[in-house]
């Protein structure tokens, strides 16, 4: 085994091994749990860090473990691999610093914080995967562990929730496993690195591969939410904020978005699918999600409802920007909107979960004046839904501007429409929490006022929206530095030669 | 020698502070450090003030890093457009220093007016497509801060309107910025040079700037976000930040670079409608605010005329940018100073004082364009322009011009009136307001007469037929305006006899109902029913037109004694 070998080894086990501890650790040994899940998330970072670093430089990260002729496990670090397993490295680590501020002296903490570690390991094989063998193992393998954390409370609602999330992921994976199959059958195995399979098949199979691409889509669209497969996402708000955020941000929803940016990039590739000539439908769709998804965002009065169809609609953007695969500039916008759409939703969870935890107000009626009582949580709110809508500097802005340069270089002209129907039902769904809570006058006591001391929120439930918060707006601000999440994807698209 | 490196970024340093300071003490306005920062205020003006006057023309500076690629600079039209903005801020941020007394001073307000402010320089600064959009959101949203800080329910209600138009806006610019990004290959304004223009781009930077602009139909958000923003604030709007709109349309839309017959028929029809437009809301309005918000969209339609005449074909357009200039220059340091005017009948506790009367009188019939105020000078301008052009526009000259001329006499006479009457307190900042107003009525008068480049129509402007030409419309104006009187409160007595003898008034009052924003209007029956109650003190106050009288004679008098000291 190399070095690089050992470091996707190591990213994995990272978070793996913390979690089968905390597992094994009794509910009152909190202050060990949380060491254990710190140091791994901090290790993971710098492990994945260390790894783009690697690929940036050239260097291979490659894992292959036979399983039965002609199907491998396959671990591969490619750019865009790199993309996702940093998004989720970074965000987890705030996640869980949140959670454990979230859930302090809440019962079944073990069982929360092992399954939470367990959903992490598998987000980073999903990104690591190299093949859409290895990708359905862990995809699979996300439904099994997210589904602890969607029932955690317990409560009628949430089992209700969660039966559904099962019922829909698990025929969602049963679609895409009949796609993965037939793929295999008639293409031969796929590694994603190849950047799609030969042409040649297109004349022969040209229908064939034209159905597999539809069902892989639907089998991804299941967690990435795209209508009318999305009907699990707002029920699964039941769960607390922080698996909420794990949901909408880091791992679930962000899964099936980056399955649509795998298997259209890497097991299609541009040129056979325009060939195919399949795109015009996943456009249709990403249209409608995006369009529906904030129309009912507009009528939620429930926050978390009204956020959980905001990422409905936001996570379409990717798949209308992988739509117009053969524009570079409209994939860039898809893909950096997979970092920016993570880094604001997970802030407006964040501050929805602050706003449940201190007062208990779940209802945006109910909001009323709260700017005055939590400023910096509506400080870090605001920026989030202002990136929503795309306001400059914002990291939203970047992302849709991207899509509506490569929608115009591709002549596509219905997508400025589309982009600027959605940022004014945005700005319809999102202005008027922020007008109410910085403006409006107080009425009444808060709904259940739980936290009294120095900060307006308990420190650790403060602190992880305020860097994410940060980091949208300080993204945006300096999108043209090397360091940025643009850039990166640049990095990535420069290796497509599209 | 200083290396070329070091110079740039010094310069680009220099540049930066001119948004950077505003924006630093904004952000200092959340700390315990507050009070000191508010006391402060003026000095954030400062940075821009210097940094017009001082820094080489021409200098263009590009910060890669910074929001997909930064360029700052200044150029010719940017170095006036600052040192206007940055004189307007400067007498806005003396005079709102103490605006917010106890329990009131949180902040808050200056929080927003200090961004606003940095968006506002900012934007005038940046000499890219993405920098300008930046900081013009920047500047719209921290407005919005402003417009409702008093929080009631009409401040809440004219917040609505702002940030509705104000959402339209900005769609419709983001959409135009990739549509030029794209045509253009480039971010920089310079890239805009030369460009063909697709009907839908005018449309959409029509739509994206003229929401600032307040034209006709999104000028909703003037009138009523005029009367709720706190005045100082309110000053500032009408004399710097509406401004940025039309910076943009100079902007993106370069004058002498560009034409587009067809753009600029509807920027010279729509901008002629706002101008009538104004004038006929601002007669039904009874509180300063109002009226000036209405002057505002009549004023700002004019500048539009110029601009779209601009826009005819690139000879018009290299005679139409500097008139233009000339009209923002002089309409921005008029308004404000009459927001200022307003500001200290506010503040003062008790009417104004006949002096002060006609130091109000200077800027209100500047506007007016009075012979020997800079109005004159920049309407002389206009009309030269205009005559220049031929058949059809030269028409714009001899009728449309004089017509808008008696329009705002009516106008600036019932804001007059209005102030006098005005509801007074006595808040503290008096001599910090009495000195702002003071120093805006001399910037107001003398300015067009310094400018350099208004040598010839100011001399013009004094010419023989030109001077009989000005007075008679002010005449006009002035006899129209009493008419007016007569009119709406005859009107409003006897039930029985308003179909008979007030055409003109229903006439008004339909248009204002079709045109003005549905917010505003309660509904036709209880509107009714108010004006039936009303109908006793209505009476009595019909008696006191006598009374009035001796207020428009005594302005009369102001006037010509204000003609009197100009002329020696």
């Not at chain 1, 690195?193 to 022969?204: K, M, Q, R, V």
Request: glycine fraction near 10%; proline fraction near 4%.
């Amino acid at each position: 085994m190399n070095s690089g070998q050992l470091l996707l080894v190591a990213i994995l086990l990272s978070s793996f091994i913390p979690g089968i501890i905390i597992f094994c650790l009794p509910e009152e040994k909190h202050r060990l749990r949380t060491l254990l899940n710190l140091c791994g998330s901090i290790v993971k970072i710098a492990l994945v860090l260390l790894m783009n670093a690697g690929i940036y430089y050239g260097y291979v990260f490659e894992i292959r473990i036979p399983l039965i002729p002609g199907v491998e496990l396959l671990l591969n670090g490619d750019p865009l691999s790199a993309l996702f397993a940093t998004l989720s490295s970074v965000l987890w680590l705030l996640t869980t610093i949140y959670a454990v501020g979230y859930l302090e002296g809440s019962p079944n903490r073990s069982h929360f914080f092992g399954y939470f570690s367990l959903c992490v390991t598998v987000t980073i094989g999903i990104a690591l995967a190299g093949n859409l063998v290895t990708f359905l193992l862990f995809y699979e393998m996300l439904t099994l562990t997210t589904y602890p954390l969607v029932i955690h409370r317990g409560t009628e609602k949430s089992l209700r929730a969660g039966r559904n999330y099962l019922i829909y992921a698990f025929s969602g994976g049963a679609v895409f496993l009949v796609a993965v199959v037939w793929l295999q059958a008639v293409v031969g195995p796929v590694d994603f690195s190849a950047a799609g399979f030969s042409s040649s098949y297109l004349d022969t199979h040209g229908t064939v591969l034209a159905l597999i691409f539809a069902l892989l889509i639907i089998g991804v669209g299941v967690k990435a939410a795209l209508v009318p497969l999305h009907g699990w996402l707002p029920q699964a708000m039941v769960a607390p904020a922080p698996v909420s955020a794990l949901l909408h941000a880091v791992a679930v929803v962000k899964a099936g978005a980056f399955g649509i940016i795998r298997i259209v990039l890497d097991v299609y590739g541009a040129q056979n699918l325009l060939l195919l000539g399949v795109l015009p439908l996943l456009a249709c769709i990403a249209t409608i999600t995006i369009l529906y998804g904030s129309v009912r965002a507009l009528q939620q009065d429930d926050l978390k409802r009204r956020l959980a169809f905001s990422t409905i609609s936001q996570v379409s953007y990717i798949a209308l920007g992988m739509s117009m695969v053969d524009q570079p500039l409209a994939v860039i916008g898809a893909l950096v909107h997979l970092v920016h759409q993570g880094l604001m939703k997970i802030t407006l969870f964040f501050c929805a979960g602050n706003l449940a935890e201190t007062l208990g107000i779940h209802r945006i009626s109910e909001m009323s004046g709260v700017a005055r009582r939590m400023p910096l949580t509506m400080a870090a709110f605001s920026v989030g839904a202002l990136g929503m809508i795309g306001i400059p500097p914002t990291v939203g802005f970047v992302s849709k501007w991207y899509l509506g340069l490569g929608g115009l270089a591709g002549g596509h002209w219905w997508l400025l429409l589309v982009l600027a129907v959605s940022s004014l039902i945005n700005a319809w769904y999102f202005l008027p929490i922020l007008i109410r809570a910085w403006f409006a006058k107080q009425q009444g006591a808060w709904p259940e006022e739980m936290y009294v001391g120095r900060f307006e929120t308990r420190l650790m439930l403060l602190v992880p929206p305020l860097v994410t918060a940060f980091i949208v707006l300080a993204a945006g601000l300096v999108a043209n530095a090397e360091i940025s999440p643009l850039a990166w994807v640049r990095f990535i698209v420069r290796g497509y030669s599209l | 020698m200083i290396p070329a490196s070091l110079q740039t970024t010094m310069t680009a340093l220099m540049l930066s502070l001119a948004a950077g300071v505003p924006l630093l003490m904004a952000v200092f306005c959340c700390t315990p450090l507050k009070k000191r920062v508010i006391r402060l205020l003026p000095w954030a003006t400062v940075p821009a003030l210097l940094i017009a006057l001082t820094v080489p023309g021409d200098a263009v500076v590009e910060v890669g890093w910074f929001f997909m690629g930064g360029r700052m600079g200044l150029d010719a039209t940017g170095r006036i457009f600052l040192s206007l903005s940055a004189f307007v801020w400067l007498l806005a941020s003396f005079s709102s220093r103490n605006l917010l007394q106890g329990s009131n001073a949180d902040g808050r307000f200056y929080r927003f007016f200090l961004t606003a402010m940095a968006g506002n320089f900012g934007l005038i600064l940046a000499q890219g497509m993405l920098g300008y959009y930046l900081f013009f959101a920047m500047m719209s949203f921290s407005a919005y801060g402003l417009v409702v800080f008093k929080g009631n329910e009409d401040a809440l209600n004219a917040g609505r309107l702002y940030i509705f138009l104000l959402m339209i806006g900005e769609v419709a610019l983001f959409t135009v910025l990739i549509i030029l990004a794209h045509t253009c290959g480039g971010l920089a304004l310079e890239d805009i040079a030369g460009i063909s223009y697709q009907p839908l781009t005018i449309v959409l930077l029509f739509i994206g700037f003229g929401v600032k602009v307040g034209t006709l139909p999104l000028h909703g958000w003037m009138i009523p976000a005029y009367q709720t923003t706190p005045i100082p604030a309110a000053a500032a709007f009408a004399g710097s930040m509406v401004n940025a709109g039309i910076l943009g349309w100079l902007r993106f839309l370069p004058l002498g670079e560009t034409s587009c017959p067809q753009g600029a028929v509807l920027f010279i029809v729509v901008g002629a409608l706002a101008a009538v437009y104004g004038v006929i809301v601002g007669l039904k309005r009874k509180q300063a605010g109002a009226v000036l918000g209405a002057s505002s969209i009549s004023q700002m339609g004019l500048i539009t005329v110029i601009f779209g005449l601009g826009l005819l074909n690139q000879d018009a357009g290299l005679h139409a940018a500097p008139v233009l200039i000339l009209y923002v220059v002089h309409h921005s340091l008029a308004k404000s100073s009459l927001f200022f005017g307003y500001d200290l009948v506010e503040r003062q506790g008790r009417r104004l004082s006949y002096l002060q009367l006609a130091a109000i009188l200077l800027p209100a019939l500047s506007l007016a364009g009075l012979p020997f105020t800079s109005g004159a000078i920049a309407k002389t301008a206009f009309k030269e322009f205009a005559a220049s052009l031929g058949e059809p526009w030269s028409g714009l000259s001899t009728f449309f011009l004089p017509v808008t001329a008696m329009g705002t006499t009516m106008l600036m006479l019932h804001f007059i009136l209005v102030i006098r009457h005005s509801r007074r307190s006595d808040k503290p900042g008096r001599t910090a307001s009495q000195i702002v107003f003071a120093l805006s009525c001399i910037a107001a008068a003398a300015t067009l007469w310094l400018w350099p480049a208004a040598d010839n129509f100011a001399s013009h402007s004094v010419a023989g037929n030109k001077l009989l030409q000005g007075l008679w419309t002010f005449a006009g104006g002035c006899l129209l305006f009493l008419a007016w009187r007569k009119i709406s409160f005859t009107a409003e007595v006897p039930a029985d006899d308003r179909k008979r003898k007030s055409d003109f008034n229903s006439i008004v009052n339909t248009v204002t109902h079709l045109l003005q924003e549905k917010e505003y209007q309660q509904p036709l029956e209880n509107r009714l029913v108010i004006f039936l109650r009303r109908l006793v003190p209505q009476l009595r106050r019909t008696e006191k037109i006598m009374g009035r009288w001796k207020v428009v004679g005594l302005s009369y008098i102001a006037l010509c004694l204000c003609l009197l000291f100009l002329l020696l």
